[in-house]
């Protein structure tokens, strides 16, 4: 996620961190060569061009227009959903280290210690199943063989969950928990878990592909027949403002694209390592130990 001061005048124009034009450049070169083939056409045969009326591209411009608003809104929601389910994520995850710390038995520092770190492991492998990463980082917090189970399973944020809950039965068990708290804290992994589903019903459920096939071929059409129903009334000035329209419908479909993915790790997703982080540093608090500093952003993106 880009994260930087508000640029303001002048720092708008040339501002590229966390700008859609990199991506959009090539398909705006094609847009300005066709236009530019338009006003030589319109040159070269100014008796034989034919006329096309900018009538029903204003027309056009609108609805896509609209349609285009409407996509965005549709993706900006489920990159906000996203964000709420992590910044839930970070609340309940709080929650849990306070009730492990202060309701787990002091003869059981060892069991506080692991149940402890597992909080932290659900977040690396949430985290790494949303992104199709390697489990690695997960099993940095988990005890020995972690890494092994981690790597048998799929589901990797339901392993450690699963571990967790085998913790605290087997206190229970033992009669080191009461039934009361052993109901508090596996209320705490159920909101976990709550919170992976939610997560990976917006990572498997793309927005229809059929509306965003039909958008991105409007958008397409628009932009490369407008400049030979512009080319008669501006001439030369044709390719200018076809570059303006282009920038504005390209980028708004391109910017809906990357919207689209909000775990993904493109420039405007979502920073979940930098969430990740701070479960690390309320895990090492509650541990008593030193924590790791908070990420920060290179370059303005904060990962």
């Not at 210690?113 to 980082?137: C, I, K, M």
Request: with cysteine; aromatic share 8%; glycine share 6%.
């Amino acid at each position: 996620m880009i994260v930087r001061p508000r640029p303001n005048g002048l720092v708008l124009l040339y501002a590229m961190r966390g700008s859609v034009l990199p991506i959009i450049a090539p398909r705006l070169a094609l847009v300005l060569a066709i236009a530019v083939a338009a006003v030589a056409l319109h040159q070269l045969w100014p008796g034989h061009f034919p006329q096309i009326s900018p009538a029903p591209f204003t027309l056009l411009g609108l609805g896509v227009s609209i349609f285009l608003g409407f996509r965005n809104n549709a993706c900006y929601e489920r990159w906000w959903e996203g964000r709420k389910q992590w910044g839930a994520l970070v609340s309940v995850s709080r929650a849990l280290l306070r009730d492990i710390v202060t309701l787990l038995p002091e003869a059981e520092a060892a069991a506080k210690r692991r149940a402890a770190a597992r909080v932290a492991a659900f977040a690396h492998a949430l985290r790494d199943q949303l992104r199709g990463a390697p489990p690695a980082p997960a099993a940095d917090w988990l005890p020995a063989g972690g890494q092994a189970r981690l790597n048998a399973r799929r589901n990797r944020g339901l392993l450690v969950q699963e571990v967790q809950a085998e913790e605290f039965t087997a206190l229970y068990r033992q009669g080191a928990l009461s039934d009361i708290l052993l109901t508090r804290l596996c209320a705490h992994l159920d909101d976990m878990t709550a919170i992976q589903t939610a997560c990976e019903r917006l990572h498997n459920t793309p927005l229809p592909f059929a509306y965003s096939l039909m958008l991105h071929r409007s958008v397409w059409l628009f932009c490369l027949i407008l400049p030979f129903a512009m080319v008669d009334s501006l001439n030369i000035v044709t390719p200018v403002l076809s570059l303006v329209l282009a920038y504005a419908f390209l980028g708004l479909d391109a910017l809906g694209e990357e919207l689209e993915e909000p775990f993904a790790q493109t420039d405007n997703a979502l920073p979940l390592d930098a969430i990740v982080r701070v479960i690390e540093i309320s895990t090492q608090e509650a541990l008593g130990e030193p924590p790791p500093p908070p990420l920060a952003p290179t370059d303005f993106l904060l990962l």
